[in-house]
């Protein structure tokens, strides 16, 4: 195990205006993690779990993106996401044996279009992301299926899959990853783990304002949620369905 991996800052221009993308580099590391944040857009909230992989000998690439003011996400914020995915991808992840998209609610959208899915928003917009598909494989953290309920949505995704939802998560509940487990189970490989106690939330390490976690050790499930993922990213073998981490 890694110790003391620093996360560091760059800043990439994009449409006449600057972001940040947070890094955490391990020196010699054959694989990267590509992080995609939820709506609130700061992978800093998940710096914990990003510092595991990292302590696993990851890299890891996590680019900000604007806080969604919006419950409904139109075309052209997925798709700037989706813009500042790839130029993150392009600027740090090209030198790796293997790159996993890992992401949690609104970012598993994002990677599951990078990985060849077919997007809806609300307002039956299609979005879609037509660049080079160079994802080996996902994490999906608390994932929304409305996006994906139109026939063939899914149909293109062709990576191994991992999925991990909240069993009292009421914004996008265990029934929506079970969607989508069964919409990839007859092209790719694909687990799901429902755990118990936890909810949409409890997968960050800093909660949102206002916002209240009643898992009862989120700290302990995080730091075991890092290992697991750390182990499907460097190619030994992941838990079984429904079996919490």
């Not at 890094?23 to 944040?37: D, G, P, R, T, Y």
């Not at 995080?222 to 993922?229: D, K, V």
Request: include cysteine; charged fraction near 20%.
């Amino acid at each position: 195990m890694i110790n003391n991996t620093r996360a560091e800052i760059s800043v990439i221009r994009h449409a006449d205006r600057n972001f940040d993308v947070t890094l955490l580099k391990v020196n010699e590391a054959s694989h990267c993690i590509l992080f995609a944040a939820g709506a609130g857009g700061s992978p800093l909230r998940h710096l914990e779990l990003l510092q595991i992989f990292s302590r696993n000998g990851i890299s890891v690439v996590a680019p900000h993106f604007e806080r969604l003011t919006s419950s409904t996400p139109t075309k052209a914020d997925l798709l700037q996401r989706s813009q500042r995915l790839v130029l993150a991808r392009d600027a740090f992840c090209q030198h790796y044996a293997s790159i996993t998209g890992v992401g949690h609610s609104l970012g598993t959208v994002i990677l599951l279009m990078h990985a060849g899915a077919t997007a809806w928003t609300r307002t039956r917009e299609k979005v879609t992301y037509a660049g080079r598909q160079d994802l080996n494989q996902l994490v999906l953290l608390a994932p929304p299926a409305d996006f994906f309920r139109a026939p063939s949505a899914l149909a293109s995704v062709k990576v191994p899959v991992r999925i991990w939802t909240g069993e009292k998560d009421t914004l996008t509940p265990p029934s929506q990853a079970l969607f989508i487990k069964e919409e990839l189970d007859n092209r790719t490989e694909t687990k799901l783990c429902v755990v118990k106690d936890a909810g949409h939330f409890t997968f960050m390490n800093i909660l949102p304002p206002h916002i209240t976690d009643t898992h009862p050790s989120r700290d302990a499930f995080l730091l075991n949620l890092g290992e697991e993922i750390a182990r499907f990213v460097t190619g030994l073998l992941a838990q079984p369905d429904n079996e919490s981490p």
